[in-house]
């Protein structure tokens, strides 16, 4: 009797039992003569070629018409088993990739799974995580890797080709310079730049910058300039940059790094006086520029200044301080206004360098006329001198034999009015620099400059 027949995977094996000695036997499939052996006594065996029905027929080795017919066996081969392949992926880093590879055909239909890896195309391992399913998904790669994947089936095996999975560069804000930067009021500001630049990623870098948290806008490059419009106002400026690059990594993300933009007050004078009532600012109109305040240190009086336009700071008041007593013989005397402000007084051997707050100074005629020119529209009593000049130095006689010093064009004395080298009084009134009220005897006025 001829066994073994039925379904198989890839080879069948069929048998003859109790063959006996001295008898052929020969398989067929259908009429095609297959593999013949000889009897043992005990058991052959034959390997079909593909499916079919298969036979033995046993002759007789010594009387040939003598032959017997097996029964017949079917064989039932499964197709051999087939995939697709994985497609190569290139993924952001440190994020996974899917492969959603069909399940495999052929075979029996009972298929098992395993996912293998490779850095190199070459040397493989079983892949990380779950990986004996017809799918896989990679863990959060930060490096390049291959993977295929092998089926079995029947006993049959198949291997897929090799896909590679690129991982893009860590994308990375980069960082800012953090110097900072210290601008007077109304100075010009830096370039923000980069001591790392942003990179990485799979996209073309954009950026924001902001200052305060507050997005400024048109600011899109790498680096950053502030506008001198910055520096108008007193303050400290917090200066910071986010990036993306719009494929991984698509929210702004803040650089490293931030740059503080200080803008202090123009006048850098150490009798400087700031407080709540007090305050360096730029004045928008005329022909100022920026203003301050000054603290005396020798009397503790205080005095708004001003700079104008040539960079020169002026008093916006009078000079008001005692340099003697008013026991002492007074150079024209001193006067007290109304409201009994006492503006500065002096004797004759005083040394007039020594009038003004440290620091400062008497002007020059020049500077006189750039300061009447640049506060005329703020002060009552500034006057334009519109006759003759006076320099410093020169004296006069003054009204009643007191000898009047012409200091930088900016000193007046006399009862009726500014009186230069016996000029009528009348008709010149009010003529000199500052010029005293009328009526009001032996008076002086001072503005200083720095």
């Not at 897929?160 to 690129?166: E, G, P, Y």
């Not at 503790?300 to 916006?316: F, H, N, P, V």
């Not at 503006?343 to 005629?365: D, I």
Request: aromatic share 12%; hydrophobic share 30%.
């Amino acid at each position: 009797a001829l066994t073994g027949g039925g379904s198989v995977c890839a080879t069948a094996t069929l048998s003859v039992t109790n063959s006996q000695v001295g008898v052929s036997y020969q398989l067929y499939n259908g009429t095609t003569a297959g593999e013949s052996k000889d009897g043992t006594g005990g058991a052959i065996s034959f390997t079909p070629v593909g499916a079919g029905s298969y036979k033995v027929v046993g002759k007789n080795n010594y009387y040939t018409a003598c032959a017997a017919t097996s029964t017949v066996q079917t064989v039932v081969l499964y197709p051999s088993v087939t995939q697709g392949n994985p497609v190569a992926a290139t993924i952001c880093y440190n994020t996974t990739n899917v492969f959603s590879l069909a399940a495999a055909t052929g075979g029996n239909n009972a298929y098992t799974y395993q996912w293998q890896q490779s850095t190199n195309n070459s040397t493989w391992s079983t892949a990380t995580g779950t990986s004996t399913n017809a799918a896989y998904t990679t863990p959060a790669l930060t490096s390049n890797m291959y993977y295929r994947r092998v089926v079995t089936s029947c006993g049959n095996s198949a291997t897929s080709t090799a896909a590679l999975v690129t991982v893009r560069a860590n994308f990375t804000t980069g960082t800012i310079a953090s110097t900072g930067q210290t601008v007077v009021g109304g100075g010009t500001p830096g370039a923000i730049g980069s001591t790392v630049a942003a990179s990485g990623g799979g996209g073309t870098i954009s950026y924001q910058w902001y200052k305060d948290g507050v997005a400024i806008s048109g600011a899109t490059a790498a680096n950053y300039t502030p506008p001198a419009s910055m520096t108008a106002a007193l303050g400290a400026y917090t200066y910071t940059r986010r990036a993306k690059d719009n494929t991984c990594n698509t929210t702004l993300t803040a650089s490293a790094g931030s740059w503080v933009l200080k803008v202090t007050c123009p006048y850098t004078g150490s009798d400087l006086l700031m407080d709540a009532t007090h305050v360096c600012q730029q004045r928008a109109s005329g022909a100022k520029n920026w203003e301050a305040w000054i603290k005396d240190s020798r009397d503790s009086k205080i005095y708004r200044i001003a700079q104008l336009s040539t960079g020169l700071w002026t008093m916006d008041d009078y000079l008001n301080y005692k340099e003697h007593p008013a026991s002492v013989n007074m150079l024209c005397g001193s006067y007290s206004d109304p409201a009994g402000q006492e503006y500065w007084r002096t004797t004759l051997s005083t040394t007039y360098s020594t009038l003004c707050p440290s620091g400062w100074r008497l002007p020059t005629q020049t500077e006189f006329e750039l300061t009447v020119s640049g506060w005329a529209q703020y002060l009552s009593k500034a006057y334009k001198n519109t006759g003759e000049t006076v320099h410093n130095g020169e004296s006069y006689t003054c009204q009643y034999g007191y000898t009047a010093f012409i200091i930088n064009g900016c000193f007046g004395t006399g009862a009726y009015g500014q009186r230069i080298g016996g000029i009528n009084p009348v008709s010149y009134q009010n003529k000199g620099c500052f010029s005293t009220p009328t009526g009001l005897a032996y008076s002086g006025y001072a503005r200083c400059v720095r």
